[in-house]
């Protein structure tokens, strides 16, 4: 399964150090070496990286090691394929924008046969079951909520969203929006 890495802090920090470690994890310690991504929030913006070489090849991955960007969240992900061919579009974290905020999504696990039917605007760009389920789950916030719920409702909203979605396999995720 693929690997996840998140960090929050209360000053923006930067996360050189601990994504050397990780990035680490993409080919040369460990075996999953089908893609990477990383994503640093900066007030509402937000710096996105992805590529589908081994984060231990990558060039933007070199390029996250020397360059400190200071975010207050980050979410990183080290991919081992499970579901969708290895590529650009497969490789997470993956972004969609819901109420004015851009939202980002890693997953680590597998999801046999999870395929609801889409019927908004949050449509996958690859063929991951991982991407699959963050649309369903944007989709699913957006019905839920007109606009950005408070911390308590959000997280009662994804509770019930986690438990519809984890009898079809492994489901750990990182989500934010900064």
Same mark, same amino acid.
């Given at each position: ?48 990286? &992805?590529?589908? %070489? ?5 060039? =933007?991955? *070199? !390029?996250?090691? #020397? +360059?400190?960007?200071?975010?207050? @969240? ?10 969708? &061919?290895?590529? %650009? ?5 993956? =972004?969609? *924008? !819901?109420?004015? #905020? +851009?939202?980002?999504?890693?997953? @680590? ?70």
């Amino acid at each position: 399964m693929c690997q996840l890495l998140g960090m929050n802090c209360n000053v923006p920090t930067d996360v050189t150090f601990s994504f050397t470690g990780f990035a680490q994890r993409g080919g040369k310690t460990d075996h999953h070496s089908d893609g990477w991504g990383i994503a640093f929030f900066e007030d509402k913006g937000l710096r996105h990286f &992805v590529d589908h %070489l081994a984060a231990v090849d990558s060039p =933007v991955a *070199e !390029l996250i090691r #020397r +360059y400190p960007i200071k975010s207050k @969240n980050v979410i990183a992900h080290i991919r081992k394929a499970t579901q969708g &061919v290895v590529s %650009l579009q497969n490789c997470h974290p993956f =972004v969609r *924008e !819901l109420w004015g #905020r +851009y939202w980002v999504f890693a997953h @680590n696990g597998d999801l046999k046969d999870f395929r609801p039917r889409l019927h908004s605007h949050f449509r996958p760009v690859g063929d991951t079951d991982s991407e699959h389920a963050f649309c369903w789950i944007m989709q699913e916030l957006a019905k839920s909520h007109a606009s950005v719920p408070s911390i308590s409702e959000l997280t009662l909203t994804l509770k019930e969203l986690a438990a519809h979605i984890c009898p079809r396999g492994t489901f750990n995720f990182l989500l934010s929006n900064g």
